[in-house]
């Protein structure tokens, strides 16, 4: 009975390893599908209508509190003369803190942001960060503690597209999409690229970025704190989608 009852342990121990390893696979395959589904949406390309001129009078713009970063208050101006067709999930829904943002926001609306105004805690100083409307298509603000999947900088990032530069009544990454940096509280704003295909937050206050022409692919890094752009490399060959993601 006992040399019976020892058997029956080992393989009520075995079967209950078998068990915890196939729920472990299961975990493990469900973790994977949800990180590819997720990317899937990441990749989708966000598409805005530009609203005709016709429609003009029906256009609603509004002020809405974006973010506090030190002593400034963010608030950005969106606007119904571009609207969302297919909203996919912000990259910095995964994260915390000021991550780089889809310029939809947070609200759930479709309306897209065309400026930002940076108001100081004391409320004496008020800054609009762009001269006159834009698309910001995505943004990050500066961070001074590096989160995961991100590194600090001292400066904030706009993705900014400026006009319908393919001529398809749609705002999408398929136009110029600029890069523009400024410190913290929205001053100093300074176009680094005019067209960019890439760009990725590689390490404390570095940007690495790619521009594309006359089918060469040039690989720069401009430096937040040195406020300097530097070419690194400029290679022959195709480049056949945007990259335009910071974490």
Known sequence: MKKLSFDFIKKADFLLVFLLSILGIVFLIGLALNEFMAYRRIRKTPQITVVEDDDAGKIKEYVEFSAKN???????????????????????KSFSGLGFSNAVGK?????????????????????KLFPSSVFIYKYEFSRDS???????????????IKGDTNNDKVLSSEDDISLYVSDYNGKNL???SPSIMSVLLID?????????????????????AKHTKTLLKTAVQEMNHKEIRLY
């Not at 479709?110 to 108001?119: E, K, L, R």
């Not at 060469?216 to 430096?223: G, H, P, W």
């Open 70 to 92: 030190d002593d400034f208050y963010i608030f950005a101006v969106k606007s119904s003369a571009i609207k969302a067709e297919d909203i996919y999930i912000p990259e910095s």
């Open 107 to 127: 609200s759930g609306d479709s309306d897209g942001i065309t400026n930002f105004i940076f108001v100081k805690s004391d409320g004496q100083e008020e800054l």
């Open 190 to 192: 300074k176009e680094i």
């Open 146 to 160: 590096e989160e995961l999947y991100a590194y600090s900088h001292e400066c904030n990032i706009y993705a900014v």
């Open 204 to 224: 404390k206050n570095e940007l690495l970025f790619t521009e594309y022409a006359e089918e060469k692919l040039s690989y720069f890094v401009y430096d937040c």
